[in-house]
């Protein structure tokens, strides 16, 4: 089981990122994947969700109308898409696989000018 995050890094307030998760060695299709984040000294925090064939996403209220989820289970792939990002979206964001309970290593995401 492989969950690898990709698409990190540093960018200045207002810009863009997307982040990406392939996903192997399990259903990706099967289950729900999430987005979770982490800033040290704080406890990991809910990002967003999305539903197994990609009809349904949750989002937590920070980042509503800025980020958006997506999936594409053709290739194994779950998707953040971040917009207008701000300095308080600095975290480490980790992919998880609801379905296995497996997390993905984490890609660094910082924002700052």
């Known amino acids: 089981v492989q969950l690898v995050e990709s698409g990190g890094g540093l960018v200045q307030p207002g810009g863009s990122l997307r982040l990406s998760c392939a996903a192997s060695?399990?259903?990706?299709?099967?289950?729900?994947m999430r987005w979770y984040r982490h800033v040290p000294g704080k406890e990991r925090e809910l990002v967003a969700t999305?539903?197994?064939?990609?009809?349904?996403?949750y989002y937590t209220d920070s980042v509503k109308g800025r980020f958006t989820i997506a999936r594409d289970n053709a290739n194994n792939t779950l998707y953040l898409q971040m917009n207008s990002l701000k300095p308080e979206d600095t975290a480490v964001y980790y992919c998880?696989?609801?379905?296995?309970?497996?997390w993905g290593q984490g890609t660094q995401v910082t924002v700052s000018s």
């Open positions: 998880y696989a609801a379905l296995i309970g497996y």
């Open positions: 060695g399990f259903a990706f299709s099967a289950g729900i």
């Open positions: 999305i539903s197994s064939d990609g009809g349904s996403t």
